[in-house]
């Protein structure tokens, strides 16, 4: 497969203005928003080096459990093989290509729709329907080609990179500091997904998640719910984390009077995956952001609760992100969107304060600066 390559000049040219420290610096150019050239190197460069979650590792415990989904472009799936390991494939079988699994279910053995080639659990080839008419067919040679796969609390995050270095040692630290605010998070089942398709590019989408500057303004419901003099938003590595204690309000998204969970804390882990923990009961939130294009997002919001279905708080807060938060956040990005694409706007500043609070947008310089890692990367490859 052509790897494609970024150009020097073309990387001095959008990474003009930036700067390591984030109050001198100028934002990522809008270019890198709606060129398609940016939008394959980073489907080859980021998304297809990166972890990428998968699932609950409840959904995978037991012996043929498994998990499809796409990787931009490249189909792969994990699943419990006989003896307990997990494991994890590209989607394709060995004799034409076709995919072998869609969605998520329970097998005994791998059996392929086209021709009814069979794989056991461990992707090793178990039958080829006449294969005793060929003479150097070798059952046992013919094995599915594996892809990484991780736990990483609790959660399954699969890796198209062979070499990729563990996600537990890439994030060093927010293993702890996620399982210190969600101890639970073994115990929880999946209850609830929430998906959307947003006219901007994924970058956008992931920008306006990183800063709160926008909520006072465009959330004012949010702000009833959190105590903003406490969010403070911190940045390490691969990770940021954004925490602040709840507030007491009369709207009843976060219903925390009787509440176990009193902090709304939430984690961006590159490139395209954050964590959250809401007040409330027991609960945590995947929330992904896929390029669907270069001007396009599909965004997939999973829920896990003490139980696999919400119940009436937790059915109030999806209902507020489903028909508040989001209907919000989805118009400004693609606000934005339209923005970039005028002559008028190629770079803008971070408004950033010494105190790290939810309001300064460090964590937004600090994405961009992992951004242009990853295309410095591209043009090194
Ligand atoms: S493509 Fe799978 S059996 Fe033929
Ligand atoms: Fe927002």
């Not at 080096?49 to 490249?74: D, M, R």
Request: glycine letters at 4%; a negative charge; hydrophobic letters at 35%.
């Amino acid at each position: 497969m052509n790897v494609p390559k970024l150009n020097q000049a073309t990387f001095s040219q959008i990474s003009k203005g930036f700067d390591p420290i984030a109050s001198r610096s100028h934002s990522l150019h809008s270019r890198c928003y709606q060129d398609p050239h940016f939008a394959e190197i980073e489907r080859q460069h980021i998304f297809h080096n990166s972890w990428q979650f998968l699932c609950h590792e409840k959904q995978l415990a037991s012996p043929g459990a498994y998990v499809a989904t796409e990787i931009q472009g490249q189909s792969v799936f994990a699943c419990r093989d006989k003896s307990g390991e997990l494991q994890a494939f590209y989607n394709v079988c060995k004799h034409r290509g076709h995919e072998l699994l869609k969605g998520r279910g329970q097998v005994n053995l791998i059996a392929c729709p086209y021709h009814a080639w069979v794989y056991e659990l461990n992707g090793k080839l178990a039958s080829a329907r006449r294969s005793e008419l060929i003479e150097d067919f070798i059952l046992e040679e013919i094995c599915l080609d594996s892809i990484r796969v991780e736990v990483f609390c609790h959660l399954v995050f699969v890796n198209l990179n062979p070499n990729a270095i563990s996600l537990s040692q890439q994030s060093e630290g927010l293993a702890d500091e996620v399982l210190s605010y969600a101890p639970d998070l073994s115990e929880l089942a999946h209850a609830h997904t929430l998906t959307y398709s947003i006219k901007a590019n994924w970058k956008a989408v992931v920008d306006n998640f990183l800063e709160c500057y926008h909520c006072p303004v465009a959330h004012r419901d949010f702000c009833t719910l959190v105590e903003m003099d406490t969010y403070k938003v911190k940045t390490h590595g691969i990770y940021s984390s954004h925490m602040a204690k709840a507030g007491r309000s009369e709207n009843k998204a976060y219903g925390i009077d009787s509440a176990e969970v009193t902090d709304h804390a939430v984690w961006y882990l590159w490139p395209n995956t954050t964590l959250m923990r809401y007040p409330g009961r027991g609960n945590f939130m995947v929330w992904r952001f896929y390029p669907a294009g270069p001007e396009e997002t599909y965004e997939v919001f999973d829920f896990f609760f003490e139980t696999n279905s919400p119940n009436d708080a937790e059915r109030e807060a999806i209902k507020f992100i489903d028909e508040t938060l989001q209907p919000e956040d989805i118009a400004l990005v693609e606000s934005v969107q339209r923005g970039m694409r005028t002559p008028a706007f190629n770079q803008g500043r971070y408004l950033v304060d010494p105190e790290n609070s939810g309001l300064s947008e460090h964590a937004v310089h600090h994405f961009h600066s992992l951004i242009l890692d990853a295309y410095q990367r591209a043009v090194e490859s």
